[in-house]
């Protein structure tokens, strides 16, 4: 290794010492209920295909018969030639599925929201960011040159004092997730939408772990909520979510009027500069649109589960912090003792991830339970069972 790399062995045992570092395993089997892992076969939780629709024949199919007739690459951005007639009938379904106008698909969520942000608010302008929000909405915040602003976890106190902080601005962007992905919780968007009406600011939630799953036609959370709140849908102006979890497929996506994706669409880095993705993935994704319009029970059927498993893991003493989801963490503590808990797991063939700091706050490691809708009862059930009572007691967080 040359000389300039040499600080890296330094940086990879301090990862070690911290119990942070992470190994890569490899997957021998497709996505299902069960999966073979670094050639252990075990109960799958540590995937976000909460439909079962990853390996689904149907999405195969679709994707086959599209890799037979278009080939692999996408050879050029959307912009130039890269986009083929399947992205733009899967737009034309996106906003359909979603009852916007417009629909524009990204590589990934993560280019998604990296892109949209620094799109949307620059130098002037204020984005105000819920304190969990994943990743690629805090990088796009990062990348805008707007002033940035994190208002506490769900606090819609302390955001509306922002906005109020922020009236000079020439632009405001509020953004959260709709459902937190290390907690299982979900934003207060009727309150956040209010706010955002009251003060002129743009909306954009990001339903990357609700799309398909929550809302009577399966569109996430801000559906969810609308049922009882309407004008919700017209508050989040700016709506993003993911072909890659409870869809199956591969790429993100952002629907809202047609200005809007016009504008993204020529000014989104993300899109502009970046191939587009594979055609034989946009067809799985309109394969899984037909499913989670025709297969309501799948999301119903899941959230009834998860209810029911959150209830038997609180009635044991663990810590599942505000969990109202399929995402159902289980909050340890410290990072090493959670290593061990994930490590016992897997001995009893059972796939559940340690997730620790950095993208967790420090003391507040924790097993993520994603419950998809192919689990069966047994296999929920020796979940439980392996885990237990909790020996810690809750909040055993120091
Ligand atoms: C997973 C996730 C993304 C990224 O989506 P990918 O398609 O996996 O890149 C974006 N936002 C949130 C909230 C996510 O959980």
């Known amino acids: 290794m040359h000389s300039s790399l040499h600080w890296l062995k330094g940086a990879l045992a301090r990862l070690d010492l911290q119990s942070l570092r992470r190994r890569r395993t490899v997957r021998e089997s497709c996505q299902a209920a069960e999966v073979a892992i670094d050639g252990q076969r075990m109960v799958n939780f540590g995937a976000n295909d909460y439909l079962g629709l990853a390996a689904d024949p149907r999405l195969a199919e679709a994707a086959a018969r599209v890799l037979g007739s278009d080939g692999s690459g996408s050879g050029a951005s959307p912009i130039v030639s890269g986009r083929s ?8 379904r996106l906003a ?3 009852h916007t106008e417009s629909a524009l698909v990204f590589p990934s969520g993560f280019a998604a929201n990296a892109g949209i942000i620094p799109a949307l608010v620059g130098e002037g302008d204020a ?3 819920d304190a969990v929000n994943h990743a690629s909405l805090i990088d796009g915040c990062r990348l805008s ?11 819609v106190a302390a955001l509306e004092r922002l906005l109020i902080e922020t009236s000079h601005c020439r632009r405001r962007l509020i953004v959260t997730d709709s459902l937190f992905s290390m907690d299982g919780d979900v934003a207060p968007l009727v309150e956040i939408g209010q706010l955002a009406d009251r003060y002129n600011a743009m909306l954009l939630v990001d339903e990357a772990h609700a799309t398909g799953v929550w809302g009577a036609e399966g569109r996430g959370l801000v559906e969810h909520f609308s049922a009882t709140a309407p004008q919700l849908e017209q508050q989040a102006t700016i709506r993003v979510g993911t072909l890659s979890k409870a869809l199956g497929a591969c790429g993100g996506f952002v629907v809202g009027p047609n200005e809007l994706i016009e504008w993204l669409a020529n000014s989104a880095r993300s899109y502009v500069f970046s ?9 799985a994704a309109i394969a899984a649109l037909d499913i989670v319009r025709d297969e309501p029970f799948r999301r119903t059927e899941l959230l009834t589960h998860a209810a029911m498993l959150r209830e038997q893991l609180v009635e044991r003493g663990w810590d ?5 989801s399929q995402v159902i963490p289980v909050v340890v503590g410290d990072a090493d003792k959670t290593l061990a808990l994930a490590g016992k797991l897997r001995e009893a063939g059972l796939y559940v991830p340690a997730i620790r700091p950095p993208t967790v706050a420090e003391d507040s490691s924790r097993l993520r339970i994603s419950l998809s809708w192919l689990h069966t009862e047994e296999q929920v059930g020796r979940l439980v069972e392996a885990l237990g009572k ?7 967080s120091s």
């Open 320 to 324: 599942i912090a505000d969990s109202t």
């Open 96 to 98: 359909e599925f979603e």
């Open 145 to 155: 040159k707007a002033e940035r602003f994190i208002y506490p976890h769900c606090d």
């Open 275 to 283: 191939t587009a993705g594979m055609a034989a993935s946009a067809a």
């Open 390 to 396: 909790n020996p810690i007691g809750r909040g055993v």
């Open 127 to 129: 984005v105000l960011s």
């Open 85 to 92: 007639r399947v992205h733009a009938e899967l737009e034309r």
